[in-house]
């Protein structure tokens, strides 16, 4: 299985602040990877597949960045709505699996 | 618009099997595939597999090979997961999600559905 880790586990930021994630495969997966928003008790919500193409009605201040086995997720200026738990999957080939997750939260 | 909606909150005692619906509604049930993706308390999501409703194929992790089964109605457009031989570990909450691919693109997810498995 492709091992997918994240990094940091969690960090703590301010309204404003650009944020980035970072998502490391065990191997090289291309460009097949997916980027989530997950608030809790809630369903993840697609923000970013193909590692930069940004879903329909995500706003543009997201953005994804990488190939091979390196990965960025950037939030440029971080706003209320953005704290929650962020994942990056791979869908390189099965199983596909997700990073642990970045938790972002509120300085 | 585009929605799935899973079946309630289930309690289920360890070596029993549970099956989880996932009714959609809002666009064309055979254009895409459904995923089931499960999230432990307090951990990650984990991938479980995928079924095509348009041909019934079905793709499973290797975790759950031999215990989990993927089926869709197409009457109804309700997709579900069978997952069998339970256990305190499969206590956790199950997604299912669309995506028009084989490779999870998930651009709705369903609210999800809790399981607890417990003596």
């Known amino acids: 299985d492709i091992q997918m880790t994240q990094s940091p586990s969690s960090l703590s930021a301010s309204v404003g602040d650009r944020v980035t994630i970072t998502c490391r495969a065990s191997q090289s997966i291309s460009s097949y990877l997916n980027w989530y928003q997950q608030k809790p008790g809630k369903a993840p919500k697609f923000l970013i597949y193909?590692?930069?193409t940004l879903q329909s009605g995500v706003p543009s201040r997201f953005s994804g960045s990488g190939s091979g086995t390196d990965f960025t997720l950037t939030i440029s200026s971080l706003q209320p709505e953005d704290f929650a738990t962020y994942y990056c999957q791979q869908s390189y080939n099965i199983p596909q699996t997700f990073g642990q997750g970045t938790k972002v939260e509120i300085k | 618009q585009e929605q799935l909606v899973q079946s309630g909150a289930e309690v289920k005692k360890p070596g029993a099997s549970v099956r989880v619906s996932c009714k959609a509604s809002?666009?064309?049930?055979?254009?895409?595939?459904i995923h089931w993706v499960r999230q432990a308390p307090g951990q990650g999501l984990e991938w479980m597999g995928w079924i095509n409703p348009y041909s019934g194929g079905t793709n499973y992790a290797q975790k759950f090979q031999g215990r989990v089964t993927m089926t869709r109605d197409t009457s109804i457009s309700t997709a579900y997961m069978e997952l069998s031989r339970l256990t305190s570990d499969d206590t956790a909450v199950y997604f299912c999600?669309?995506?028009?691919?084989?490779?999870?693109?998930?651009?709705?997810w369903g609210q999800g559905s809790l399981v607890i498995v417990s003596s």
């Open positions: 999600a669309r995506s028009t691919i084989a490779a999870l693109r998930g651009d709705y």
């Open positions: 193909t590692a930069s």
């Open positions: 809002g666009y064309t049930f055979t254009g895409f595939y």
